[in-house]
């Protein structure tokens, strides 16, 4: 694995790949279930797979790219990669709950379960597990703080509606 660290309007992003080139981290700083920097392998700002990574994110966060095309290499149990898989699919600028995301795997009493594989998204932002709130309609629990889920929602739904 190689990593590379990049500026973003939320602070420093460590970008993670594995021997592929596939993304399989993006960690904001001080986020909840970071990995020790030790287990990202070594430092390496030149693969193409960040250029990459890096020219969506800056289009993303200029409110120009609402979809992410980038190869993932996402390691989890299958429950969890199955809650990540479901996370994908919230359209851009929207919202599920945590019970609608257990609705849609099957499994409606699962939503703590969804809750918690929710948090360990190992590739943040570009896996949007910002989009989830809890079922009152607050913002809820989110490893990169919640200040950054209310800013990367914000920038979602003002360039949703500037688009539209």
């Known amino acids: 694995m190689t990593y590379t660290v990049t500026d973003s309007p939320y602070g420093p992003l460590t970008l993670v790949a594995?021997?592929?080139?596939?993304?399989c981290g993006l960690y904001m700083?001080?986020?909840?279930h970071r990995p020790p920097e030790e287990t990202f392998g070594l430092r390496d700002d030149g693969l193409s797979?960040?250029?990459?990574?890096?020219e969506e994110l800056s289009a993303y966060f200029a409110g120009e790219l609402t979809r992410f095309t980038l190869q993932l290499a996402l390691k989890g149990t299958p429950f969890q990669r199955s809650v990540w898989e479901q996370l994908?699919?919230?359209?851009?600028?929207?919202?599920r709950t945590y019970g609608q995301l257990a609705d849609a795997l099957g499994s409606p009493r699962a939503s703590r379960a969804v809750g918690l594989a929710n948090g360990r998204n190992p590739v943040g932002i570009v896996v949007p597990c910002h989009r989830v709130i809890g079922a009152s309609g607050d913002l809820t629990g989110y490893g990169g703080g919640l200040d950054r889920k209310r800013r990367l929602l914000d920038l979602e739904r003002g360039a949703a509606l500037f688009a539209s």
Do not use: K
């Open 18 to 23: 594995d021997a592929d080139g596939a993304l």
């Open 29 to 32: 700083a001080g986020q909840r």
């Open 49 to 54: 797979c960040f250029a990459a990574a890096e």
């Open 88 to 95: 994908t699919r919230i359209p851009y600028g929207e919202t």
